[in-house]
């Protein structure tokens, strides 16, 4: 089965740039979503198709998506970004969908 | 606004059966496939199970298949889960999310509240 790998943990200071890999099997040859989920809360979408940006999410949070590597990238990084994200795929070969196993970001 | 309300979680014996129901609301429910994600106690994300919006199409993941059962009634705006021969391991919050479109491959714009279901004796 297909399978996504993000690192669990990633830390950043106020104001810097976070960025959250999501690594696969040439997961650039898929459409990739992020989510970003607070503590209690259910998940938000922050990024679809690799790229979009759905209304309300700051242009802060951007996408991209190539080779065996799909990217979240945060800039100017806020305390209210500390979250747990997700990526998450369609496998078209197994029909299942796919999450990757999250990443906590923490801002220091 | 466009919502999801999720019910009928709550506690139920190993082996037994429960039905949580997604009521959703602000949008015309059968134009977009839903699904059912659910989260464990202090972990990551699941996918359970996805269905089309006229049913036509419907996908589980390999944990449930054969126990669960993914419906909906587009008359009702209403998702439903059926989960028979339960785990302790399928102890989770059960979040319903609205994709997108009618493509599976789209993501989720819009999710429940989610509701607990604990399975213990």
């Known amino acids: 089965s297909y399978v996504l790998t993000q690192p669990p943990s990633v830390s950043v200071a106020p104001g810097k740039t976070a960025r959250i890999t999501c690594g696969g099997n040439?997961?650039?040859?898929?459409?990739v979503h992020w989510y970003q989920q607070r503590p209690g809360q259910a998940p938000v979408l922050v990024i679809y198709?690799?790229?979009g940006r759905p209304s309300g999410i700051p242009e802060r949070f951007s996408g991209s998506n190539s080779g065996n590597t799909a990217t979240l990238t945060i800039y100017r990084v806020e305390a209210g970004d500390e979250a747990d994200y997700y990526c998450q795929v369609w496998d078209s070969d197994s029909d299942h969908l796919v999450f990757g196993g999250g990443t906590l970001l923490t801002v220091l | 606004e466009v919502q999801l309300l999720e019910s009928g979680g709550g506690l139920v014996q190993p082996g037994g059966s429960l039905r949580l129901s997604c009521t959703a609301s602000e949008f015309t429910f059968s134009n977009y496939a839903m699904t059912w994600v659910r989260q464990a106690p202090g972990k990551g994300l699941e996918w359970v199970s996805a269905i089309s919006g006229r049913s036509d199409n419907i996908y589980y993941g390999d944990s449930v298949k054969g126990r669960f059962r993914i419906s909906r009634d587009n008359s009702k705006n209403t998702l439903y889960l059926q989960m028979n021969s339960l785990r302790a391991e399928d102890t989770a919050v059960y979040y319903c999310?609205?994709?997108?479109?009618?493509?599976?491959?789209?993501?989720?714009?819009?999710w429940g509240q989610g509701t607990m279901v604990t399975v213990s004796s």
């Open positions: 198709y690799d790229s």
């Open positions: 040439d997961v650039g040859d898929k459409s």
């Open positions: 999310a609205k994709v997108r479109s009618n493509f599976l491959t789209d993501a989720f714009d819009i």
